[in-house]
Nanobody
Framework: QVQLVESGGGLAQPGGSLRLSCAAS????????MGWYRQAPGKEREFVAR????????YYAGSVKGRFTISRGNAKNTVYLQMNSLKPEDTAVYYC?????????????WGQGTQVTVSS
């Protein structure tokens, strides 16, 4: 059973920073890439950032490029999202996503989500 556990959400002021973490655990045979998505109230879930596991290539949504940085952690199967220059419109539940091979074969896995609120 594969699990993704996120941490690091909370309240930040506009212009502030937060760092999200996501750790994948369980029967993992290989990771293809990991990323972050977010869903604001009344809106659909949207892509934020993604990193390929083998080459480390990164991809960002236009709305966060230059402010957010996705990276792999030194700890195995961990990904971070450093969020700087936060704006109120970044308020959302942030979900970790992993494209990996587990006991059920290759598929997408999702974390439970962590709330990020940007407000003065």
């Amino acid at each position: 059973q594969v699990q993704l556990v996120e941490s690091g959400g909370g309240l930040a002021q506009p212009g502030g920073s937060l760092r999200l973490s996501c750790a994948a655990s369980g029967s993992i045979f290989g990771i293809y890439d990991m990323g972050w998505y977010r869903q604001a109230p009344g809106k659909e879930r949207e892509f934020v950032a993604r990193i390929s596991w083998s080459g480390g290539n990164t991809y960002y949504a236009g709305s966060v490029k230059g402010r957010f940085t996705i990276s792999r952690g030194n700890a195995k199967n961990t990904v971070y999202l450093q969020m700087n220059s936060l704006k109120p419109e970044d308020t959302a539940v942030y979900y970790c996503n992993a494209d990996l091979a587990g006991n059920s074969g290759r598929r997408d896995y999702w974390g439970q989500g962590t709330q990020v609120t940007v407000s003065s």
